[in-house]
């Protein structure tokens, strides 16, 4: 047992990483970021390069504080998405990429050429098989389609051209690599104030709140119209670019904000927070931010009751009783999708099996999904198709497959096996299942509430996994390895 805790985070691989080298990374992919938004809709592009100059000075001059000053962004992602109407083109990344070369830029002028890292060996084994991945999927598009605009893919929805493909690959590996590098800032010594990053998130989910206020309570006012205009029943999904992605952020978060709060210095804002996450969890209106629910806080209330802890007890009771309280008392002319999902979920388990077609209530569209993604995986077992290419390669198998109805395979482990193979899920796997044994082997007994609230979030994630491909998303993806750092190395409340 010990070869695993050493091998996976204990042990660390020390890493110089040069300046120079760093900025041309970054700042390359700033202007490749910048390059797809403006290609997919140009009028985005003023309020991001704004905002993005904020960024930038914010890195350049406060380069400690940038990466907890980020987190404020994400709750609101999808209101940025909405509004700027880029069709789930991941703006945050640009913005991201902003404020790491002001940072870099920082230590660049500091007389800092290199920085050292100390990566461990779980984290170090994904980062390069992500990467290697990346490689794979350029490879396997250059050398037959040399032109920038020669076709690659016919999706549903239309032909794919190397550029798009490209920009594909390119945004697949951001999202990878912004998560691992919150997490390589958060599990740094000297890097440890989480209650900054718990602040920013707050200001961040007042402004969340308030929309998924307005909207349940009838009114909407973005997406499709401009102002406030009355709809029957309100979707709470425009917020986020995914229909899973807000409810699932949500419902990560949630536990791990409890045991936050649990902290005895905590303030009474915070607690406030605690409740309008959990309305935001009410009134989401996908399937798998209540699979991460569900599981999440049965594995909390387990640990809260073999830690005797009863004060958290106590808070189940309370969000408990609001619950049953909410689900009754509201608007008209909403809906509360937790307590129909429910009613329709025990209505379906109570019909004869032969008409109530059980499996099908629950698997939905599932099979055809998981049968693509097996179809893709299954022609390139070992390498895969490479990072972010499961989009275009998948639909060359279209005969094998039949109807393609998504651009991924809606099970999260065999995404990542059909894009890297079995070398990248064999990665990611050691990556989730060694954090798993190094928290409840060597963590658990003496971790405080939050760290027990991040494990059974990523626990509730885990199993969602079998349903969804969440880390597809970006918001989901960083708030992931926020979670895995909170589990694997005790972070203090500074």
Known sequence: MSVLRLSAFSHRVSIQLNTHLLLLIFGGGLYASLVIIAYSSI????????????????????????????????????????????????????????????????????????????????????????????IVGVISFLPKHPHLTAIVSQAPWGEVRLVNALGWIFLGTLVNMTGAIIYLFLIQDHKSDLRRVFTFLLVGLMGTFFVGLFQF???????????????????YNATFMDPNSLGTFISLLLPTWLG????????????????????????????????????????????????????M??????????????????????????RTYVQD??????????????????????????????????????????????LVKM????????????????????????EQGIIGLSAFLFLLGSSFWYFLKYQFKKADMLQVGAFSGLVGLSVAFIFSAPLVNFEVNVLFWFLLALITHPIRLS
């Open 313 to 338: 007890m106590g808070i189940f009771f309370c969000l408990l009783m609001g619950g049953m309280v909410f689900s009754h008392v509201h608007p008209q002319n909403s809906n509360v999708r937790l």
């Open 217 to 235: 309570m009838g009114w909407q006012f973005i997406g499709e119209s401009k102002d406030f205009t009355r709809f029957p029943i309100p979707q």
């Open 395 to 418: 639909p060359l198998y279209k005969k094998e497959i039949g109807h393609i109805s998504n651009d991924n395979s809606c099970n999260m482990f065999l995404h990542i096996a059909a």
């Open 43 to 134: 009028l985005s592009l003023p309020l991001i390069l704004t905002v993005g100059a904020l960024t930038f000075w914010w890195g350049r001059h406060h380069d400690e504080s940038f990466l907890p000053a980020f987190f404020f962004f994400l709750p609101l992602m999808g209101c940025f998405n909405n509004i700027l109407r880029v069709n789930g083109i991941p703006v945050l990344i640009p913005i991201f990429l902003s404020g790491i070369v002001g940072g870099l830029l920082s230590y660049y002028f500091k007389g800092e050429r290199t920085i050292t890292v100390g990566i461990p060996i779980a984290v170090y084994a994904f980062i390069l098989v992500s990467f290697l991945s990346t």
């Open 345 to 390: 979920l025990v209505r379906e388990i109570r019909k004869p099996r032969d008409e109530g077609k059980f499996w099908n209530y629950i698997v939905g569209d599932r099979y055809t999904l998981w049968r693509a993604g097996w179809i893709t995986f299954r022609h390139n077992p070992i390498l895969g198709t490479g990072q972010g290419t499961y």
């Open 260 to 311: 936050f709060m649990r902290n005895k210095r905590t303030p009474l804002v915070f607690w406030l927070g605690g409740g309008g996450l959990f309305f935001l969890m009410m009134i989401t209106e996908a399937r798998t931010p209540f699979i991460v629910f569900l599981i999440s806080f049965t594995v909390l209330f387990f640990a809260s009751l073999f830690k005797k802890d009863w004060i």
